[in-house]
């Protein structure tokens, strides 16, 4: 039995409807992640689940029961709970009050709260802060005050809604690795949002795509990430080659695609005649300088038509007949003196393509 | 321009050896004054939150009316009270009229509108995200309100100081319903406009600064609260 689900679970703002007929199911002890861009429902969706928010069809599911209309138990269900808002906003007394007032409203004793609370402020890292004015702290602390506050209640189900968005890289590699903490010693089932593909893919037992208010793919990371159902999700899960083409030759599972007089070759069960969409990851995609063979069956001439450096990845655009995105280290893009209008190879392997149907 | 300025020394030296009559009179205005504005802030903190968090029709209209009688003539309330407390009004048995108690009824519903009106805004600017992580982290309902009341405590209390302000200023209520009785029902405002329809005027000054003084305490005290 999951320890949360939603049946047919909908929502509607006067007329615009922001989540549509969502089913999902949390397992006990796992992280449930959902992706989507900006908008999709997430917070939405995190909200009705904590029962802070009425659906307006549909039901949520906790332990089995039906909690969606239940006047009198909503307390003590979402007291099994906890929720990390997006921007968390902490009350303006010490961190031991934000911490403890989980506690205190549960009615728990002064000796257990000063106990728990010591632990989760250790947890965090924030035990010399417990006596300052939560109110001046900076943005990472109190995202980390906002999940230790969560957690001293230790709830069933911990609900985080964009834990780092707000956050520079090393306050969210902290965050990060303290949800990981809680998973491994607590067991707490997490049920979080993210835009941050990356994000999703480090951290989540489950993900669920979220596009415009319907879930449109549920798996895990390896299946959402490599296996993308279709454009919306490819494109969103940082698939930065599709490629329209249709299957023109199939051997065993080796299929091939004719797309702008170029041959791709693909592992897929679609047959001859199927038209379909090549989806290549930027980072499967290597460049050489001599078009020596290698194990990749797919290998391709072309021109540079583009250098954008991201840090220590460089993104190049390369025009082999199709237009095609490579993401390669900038080290790597040096040492090959890359340079636009440079003519190169591009190599992928039949594996590294996954085709979507049309 | 004489009589002005020997007023101003005698008042002075009124204030300064502490006489007993400014020191009475000074006494019961804030004894009263304190009094009614404790009594309506019981009343108007519960109520400015029942308002607040519920949702209900002509909300929005209440408030409005509500703000409307922030500035509503002391004289008006004078006469509203006195209806019901004189000898043929419906409370005249009580024998209300003419005693600190129908002043203090007075003063509380002059400066209920200013404390409900200031605490609901004062609620309405607490951010809604302080709601919703009260809500998440289990609290009740009436949990969550006391958490938005402390969290908007420094504007609830500028609220209450404000009200305070009004009641211990007035002096149109104050008069009607107290009938400012020496040594029983005479406060500041009523005391300094007596004397001075009676040209004693270093009393009629030495009241007006102390009064000034309290304005000034108070403002002071409003400052550092908004300063926080």
């Known amino acids: ?358 | 321009m004489e009589e002005l300025w020997q007023g101003l020394q005698k008042a002075v030296e009124l204030i300064i050896n502490l006489d007993p009559e400014v020191m009475e009179v000074v006494g019961r205005s804030l004894r009263i004054s304190v009094t009614s504005s404790l009594l309506a802030s019981v009343i108007c903190i519960p109520l400015a939150s029942l308002i607040h968090f519920r949702n209900f029709l002509g909300k929005r209209a209440l408030i409005n009316i509500i703000q409307t009688l922030f500035s509503v003539p002391t004289v008006i309330i004078g006469l509203f009270v006195f209806v019901f407390i004189s000898s043929t009004g419906p409370f005249g048995s009580m024998g209300l009229l003419f005693t600190p108690t129908a002043m203090i009824i007075g003063q509380m519903i002059l400066v209920s509108p200013i404390m409900l009106g200031l605490i609901i805004s004062a609620l309405s600017g607490v951010d809604t995200a302080i709601r919703d992580t009260a809500l998440s982290l289990g609290a009740s309902e009436l949990q969550s309100i006391v958490v938005i009341l402390k969290e908007a405590r420094y504007a609830v209390i500028a609220a209450l100081i404000m009200g305070f302000g009004r009641a211990i200023s007035e002096v149109g209520c104050a008069l009607m319903v107290g009938g400012n009785i020496r040594g029983f029902t005479r406060v500041i405002t009523t005391a300094i406009s007596l004397e001075t329809s009676r040209g004693e005027l270093e009393l009629s000054i030495a009241l007006g600064i102390i009064l000034l003084l309290i304005a000034l305490i108070i403002n002071v005290a409003l400052n550092r609260i908004q300063q926080r």
């Open chain 1, 1 to 358: 039995m999951a320890q949360l689900a939603t049946r047919n679970l909908g929502k509607k703002y006067s007329d615009t409807e922001v989540l549509k007929d969502i089913n999902i199911e949390v397992e006990k002890g796992e992280v449930f992640t959902l992706i989507g861009p900006t908008g999709a429902g997430k917070t939405t969706l995190l909200r009705l689940l904590d029962l802070l928010d009425r659906p307006s069809s549909g039901q949520v599911y906790f332990n089995g029961m039906d909690v969606t209309g239940d006047n009198k138990n909503r307390l003590t269900i979402r007291r099994k709970m906890a929720f990390v808002l997006q921007k968390p906003a902490v009350f303006s007394e010490s961190v031991y009050a934000n911490v403890a007032c989980g506690l205190q409203w549960r009615g728990t004793g002064r000796n257990i709260t000063r106990k728990r609370v010591d632990e989760v402020l250790a947890m965090v890292g924030l035990t010399d802060y417990i006596h300052r004015n939560a109110r001046t702290l900076s943005g990472g602390e109190v995202q980390r005050v906002a999940i230790a506050r969560a957690m001293a209640t230790e709830p069933e189900v911990l609900l985080l809604d964009e834990p780092t968005a707000n956050l520079d890289p090393v306050s969210a590699s902290r965050v990060e690795q303290l949800i990981g903490q809680i998973v491994s010693r607590y067991g707490t089932t997490i049920v979080m949002s993210t835009h941050d593909m990356a994000q999703g893919q480090r951290l989540a037992s489950k993900i669920a795509v979220l596009v415009s208010g319907e879930v449109i793919q549920t798996g895990d990371s390896r299946q959402i990430f490599y296996s993308p159902l279709n454009r919306d999700i490819a494109r969103f899960v940082g698939v930065e080659n599709i490629i329209d083409g249709v299957i023109t030759e199939r051997e065993g599972d080796l299929v091939t695609i004719t797309a702008d007089n170029r041959s791709i070759e693909a592992v897929s069960g679609y047959g001859k005649g199927e038209k379909v969409s090549a989806c290549i990851r930027p980072e499967e995609v290597t460049i050489t300088l001599t078009g020596t063979s290698s194990s990749a069956r797919n290998s391709f001439a072309g021109d540079i038509v583009n250098i954008q450096a991201y840090g220590s990845f460089s993104r190049v655009t390369i025009d082999c007949g199709f237009s095609l995105i490579a993401l390669i280290t900038t080290r790597s893009a040096a040492e090959l003196a890359l340079e636009k209008g440079k003519g190169v190879f591009v190599t992928f392997k039949a594996s590294g393509v996954h085709i979507i149907k049309r």
